[in-house]
């Protein structure tokens, strides 16, 4: 059995991390992974489970996450109609195809190695949240054919190798080629499961060091964190919708840019050993 003491701390650190995430997706609308990855490995690392195997943990947990968030997203937008299910049906099968390498890949590398590359694609959208303009346009349709089939299974590969879901990478490119906003949103949390689903589920079969794996781990997965995350998330998004009707969230929103940047940044030193 795990030290209590142990299981206090952890639960208190998952209680912050669940209510951070929630209120930042309710006032900002970005999506959990890409503040839960970040949370979860320094939370995990600070109870002393730093291991080469630490990133699985949090993209794992990550990911399991966005499976409960991303469905009932998507349930509420279709409700209002702003889900584009010709974009969702075509793109999903590349997304699945893509998740998956991307779940294997991650599977087989070292934690250092999950670090960087979260690091180097944080910094990305960071800047791309702190700098980028609801103007911008690459083309006025979605891409087809060829590039479809390229750039869907890309989308998936990257979002299981960041542990995040459609919202980082799937929002942007639908709003770069002409779709409008809150149907790039609602569309994206369709992504957002199928990115997640598969990656789960091969992460569930992935076998950790037990020594490397907090307490209450299935496979690469934390189920405490998975339920007090998605507890908390639940009780807290309405607080952060109800800061942004309140008040202009652009200025939070590029506080939380640099932010994400920071933190990408110093995944990056810390993978690199400096």
Sequence with gaps: MPDPTLLMMMFALLLAI???????????????GIVLVPAFFYAFQ??????????????????ATIIVTSVRSV???????????????????????????????????????????????????????????AEWRIAEAMPKGIRRAVMSPVMGFLSVLMGIGGG???VPLMSLHGVAIHRAVATAAGFGVT?????????????????????????????????VVIAMTLLTAPLGVKIAHAMDPK?????FAVFLTLVALNMLRKALGA
């Design 18 to 32: 669940g209510a951070l995430a929630g209120v930042l997706a309710g006032l900002l609308g970005v999506g959990g």
């Design 46 to 63: 600070t109870l002393g489970y730093d291991s080469p195997q630490l990133m699985q943990i949090c993209l794992a947990t990550s990911l």
């Design 75 to 133: 349930l509420s937008h279709n409700k209002k109609g702003a889900v584009d299910w010709q974009i969702l049906r075509t793109w999903a099968p590349g997304i699945i195809v893509g998740a998956v390498a991307g779940m294997l890949v991650a599977a087989s590398l070292r934690s250092a190695t999950l670090q960087m590359l979260f690091g180097c694609l944080g910094v990305v959208i960071g800047l791309y949240l702190g700098f980028g303009r």
């Design 168 to 170: 980082s990478f799937g």
């Design 195 to 227: 990115i997640a689903v598969p990656a789960v589920i091969g992460f569930l079969t992935v076998t950790l060091e037990p020594s490397a794996r907090p307490p209450f781990t299935i496979g690469a997965v934390n189920m405490p964190a998975f339920v």
């Design 251 to 255: 200025p939070l929103k590029r506080v």
